[in-house]
């Protein structure tokens, strides 16, 4: 009987209209993985583009980090200056230059702006 069976099939594969009846599932079955992929793509854009945007949109706290202390070593770098040019402007206020004394004056003034802890931004 089985013998009978596979002789019977090897005949069927022979005749055309069983050839498309089998192999019309198949191309359809490897056409529909590339419409599945392509609706996936679709229906998932929506939600890539808005989490892009929010990303954009939104700091980490790695960046606000980094961006805090970018702006502290700005400004030690900026007090750090005022303090040597008020140092040599006080040095020659007292070596008896007026106008050393009106700029380490100013300079003085902006250091204690500078300093001054209810100033700064938390």
Known sequence: MLHSFMAMSAQSWQHPAMKRALLLPLACTSLLGGCVSTVTSIVTA????VSKAADIATTSQS??????????????????????????????????DVDACDRAEREYEQLGELVDVRSREY
Request: aromatic share 2%; net charge positive; glycine share 8%.
């Open 46 to 49: 929506p939600v890539k583009i």
């Open 63 to 96: 960046e606000s980090d980094e961006k805090r202390g970018r702006e502290m070593r700005k400004r030690e770098e900026e007090i750090g200056k005022l303090e040597r040019s008020y140092s040599r402007n006080a040095q020659k206020c007292r070596e008896g």
